[in-house]
């Protein structure tokens, strides 16, 4: 019973830190209030809760990076591709490479491959939590998408890594040549399993409900099992299932704009996608919090091994590492930047172009997948022994966590006062957007007619018709603002507005798909247009 108290506890936390954020005035990032939160938990409930590693791994991954590149705008994602690919495979060896025999001089009794293995895993961003920090400022499109992009492909990149840091560490040997044909191997298994596992998964329901219909509770279970199958298979095959994961959600991305869902089940597997990732991450920090105190008293004893008494120097080198990833990303975006200058034509001023490599510095910010990740470090090696630093590293890790969010809660705000946002991003995005609604408004003008055409007309004369055809198109160019008085008509007329409604609603969600699929507007743009019509639908429906 205590650990069901303990459950509901952190779920309450998490709802809390989501009041608590929107009330103060202040922009405190929501990770550090959930922290918090889980260190008074576990004053609260002495034991804490006893993870395991691979369980926690298994539960909080596959769901957050599926997300992650299903809803990630695929042409930001092209468009931004050069900077995304430098920061998310680049940067994550260099950072492995570089920080790693940082961590091994700094902390020589932690062994050089369990470095790398920090190095790796503290690597990726996390871009809820800069999102959660600049909520109330500004940002650059153009920026947020380079770090969404940056943060989907690093998790791989960066958890690849790190798991054979540990094999190196677990095993005491590393080899070059099989690690870069086991990376080939790894991710090319991962990123295949994943499409086919969606693709698979998807046809059956497809042509299941084309013949039974809808079951919208069995449509949001498989939405949710989906990354789980497309994981485990890939892990089952020896894949990456970090990587199948990503692939699973880019894959469901495409097939999304299909349209063959339900306007109802999108709707609601929307809203628990939604609470799903606010609870996931939530959950993750609660963690982090509780497993805080014990974390930090097991590597004050373990300091010792280091030369040093005072615990201090845990926070010193927490913060040194920091610093150092910092500093890796700006040289790192600085260098990118000038080599693409080359190549490239770039209109913002000099002032301009420090400013956004600093912001993209101290965006870095930690988190989820780091905790996570870090939390899978192994108890023992293969002969007994304990592993190596492990209650050292996950503190280092933790901790880095908590200052990269309280640097970059400093520092953005500042680095994004007064910054207008890129004039040809806002531009193009009001551009595709009058087009996709005057698109649809043309398809569905000639799909009404067509309907009109084949209905009974016997009751009803060609100038209601026309008259109801403008009114309803109207409507719809004015983003189906409808009248009040609908209600009062009489049944044959009601029943007829609303096939025509509908007939406008899906030939126009039609087209828009269309266009997202033919690149001509952007992935976000369509679904946030679609969302909109399914909600119209839904209320007529």
């Known amino acids: 019973m205590e650990s069901i108290g303990l459950i509901f506890t952190m779920l309450i936390a998490i709802l809390l830190s989501g009041v608590i ?61 050069a900077g995304i690919f430098h920061l998310a495979f680049g ?41 959660g920090i600049t909520r109330r400022l500004p940002v650059p ?26 094999l190196a560490a677990m095993t005491g040997a590393f080899s070059l040549t099989q690690a870069a044909s086991s990376f080939i191997w790894v991710a090319l298994a991962g990123l295949m399993t994943g499409v086919m596992v969606t693709w698979g998964l998807s046809f059956i329901r497809e042509r299941f409900t084309r013949r039974f219909g809808e079951e919208q509770g069995s449509e949001l279970l498989l939405s949710i099992l989906t990354p789980f199958a497309a994981y485990i298979v890939a892990e089952k095959i020896g894949g990456s299932g970090i990587l199948s994961a990503v692939a699973a959600g880019l894959t469901m991305s495409t097939i999304e704009f299909s349209g063959r869902i339900a306007p109802l089940t999108r709707v609601r597997r929307t809203a628990l996608w939604d609470t799903l990732q606010f609870t996931l991450n939530g959950i993750m920090f609660v963690l982090l919090g509780e497993q805080l105190p014990g974390i930090f008293t097991n590597a004050v004893r373990l300091v010792q091994e280091t030369g040093h008494h005072n615990p201090w120097w845990l926070v010193i080198y927490a913060l040194v590492i920091c610093l150092s990833l910092t500093a890796l990303r700006f040289v790192w975006v600085s260098l990118s930047l000038f080599l693409m200058r080359l190549f490239t034509h770039t209109p913002e001023t000099l002032a301009t172009q420090w400013r956004h490599i600093l912001i993209l510095s101290f965006a870095g910010v930690r988190g989820a997948v ?9 108890l023992l090696l293969p002969d007994g022994a304990q592993f190596p630093g492990r209650d050292l590293a996950i503190f280092l890790a933790a901790t880095v966590i908590i200052i990269s969010l309280i640097l970059a809660s400093v520092v953005l705000p500042w680095l994004l006062k ?27 003008a000639e799909h009404i007619d067509e ?80 969302q909109k019509l399914d909600l119209d639908e839904v209320r007529f429906n």
């Open 451 to 530: 309907l009109i055409t084949s209905l009974d007309k016997h009751d009803l004369d060609q100038a209601y018709y026309d008259e109801v055809k403008t009114r309803l198109l109207s409507d719809f160019a004015n983003s189906f603002t409808y009248p009040t008085d609908s209600t009062s008509l009489d049944y044959k007329k009601h029943h007829t507005e609303r096939l025509l409604r509908l007939k406008i609603i899906t030939a126009a969600r039609q087209s828009i798909y269309q266009l997202a699929k033919e690149h001509k507007i952007s992935d976000e743009l369509a679904r946030d247009l679609v």
């Open 141 to 166: 499109q153009r920026l947020m998408s380079i770090l969404e992009g940056e943060a989907l492909f690093n998790d791989a990149s960066g958890l690849v890594a790190f798991r054979m840091a540990v």
């Open 21 to 81: 954020g929107r009330v103060l005035p202040w922009g405190v990032p929501l990770p550090l209030i959930q922290i918090l939160f889980g260190i008074v938990i576990a004053g609260v409930f002495k034991e804490g809760i006893s993870l395991n590693p691979e369980v926690f791994f298994l539960l909080f991954i596959p769901p957050l990076l599926f997300l992650d590149g299903w809803r990630i705008p695929k042409d930001a994602l092209m468009r931004d591709k």
């Open 91 to 131: 940067l994550v060896f260099i950072t492995v490479l570089g920080l790693g025999h940082i961590i091994h001089w700094m902390i020589p009794a932690m062994p050089l491959a369990v470095s790398f293995a920090l190095a790796a895993i503290v690597s990726p961003t996390d871009p809820v939590a800069v999102a």
């Open 370 to 378: 780091t905790l996570a990740g870090v939390l899978t470090l192994p």
């Open 418 to 444: 007064d910054l207008a946002p890129t004039r040809s991003t806002t531009a193009s995005h009001e551009k595709q957007t009058h087009m996709a609604i005057q698109t649809a408004h043309a398809v569905a």
